[in-house]
């Protein structure tokens, strides 16, 4: 089916830790997938992408981790931050022929960090 | 850094009532999109736009709905006749190449009263 699903719905955190956020795709055709953050009130903000091609890539304080095998999506943040207090959503595409970059999304997960 | 603007961030309107809401994409971009997000839910598709014309849309996206490149800056999204269940924050997408990354806007919240 056409799902992107999340495994855990909220995340606690303390100040400093490292966070790790997960999510499961269903359709093995996916080869792009996005992590999106969404502050209260605010659109969906870029964080990070991965391509199918790939199974790690890192940007600053995030890594996105692909496994394919188990169409298993992970984010990890080090030293998580307040500001990083938000709902985090996955995303992916794949190419349907004239499909031009439908991306489905995740449930999400309400990460917060406490000081 | 450019990007993706929406007006107004917010509308109330009666039910039967027609809506429009306007975003401006990021200005090199081809790929238009709009996506809405009922209160507590996930994301999900609208409609994708490209070359003035739809490329796709989801089942969401009834007769009630159309959008429209009116000029070479804005892209809008009209509802023809408000239901209940149009309230919701609708948020416009664009991208620079088909199946790249996809910016947001920060959305309208549209309540239907």
Known sequence: GESVGLHLPTLSVQEGDNSIINCAYSNSASDYFIWYKQESGKGPQFIIDIRSNMDKRQGQRVTVLLNKTVKHLSLQIAATQPGDSAVYFCAENYDRGSTLGRLYFGRGTQLTVWP | ?113
């Open chain 2, 1 to 113: 850094e450019p990007e993706v603007t929406q007006t107004p961030s917010h509308q109330v309107t009666q039910m039967g009532q027609e809506v429009i809401l306007r975003c401006v994409p990021i200005s090199n971009h081809l790929y238009f999109y709009w996506y809405r997000q009922i209160l507590g839910q996930k994301v999900e598709f609208l409609v994708s736009f490209y070359n003035n014309e739809i490329s796709e849309k989801s089942e969401i996206f009834d007769d009630q709905f159309s959008v429209e490149r009116p000029d070479g800056s804005n892209f809008t999204l009209k509802i023809r006749s408000t239901k209940l269940e149009d309230s919701a924050m609708y948020f416009c997408a664009s991208s620079n190449l088909a199946g790249e990354t996809q910016y947001f806007g920060p959305g309208t919240r549209l309540l239907v009263l």
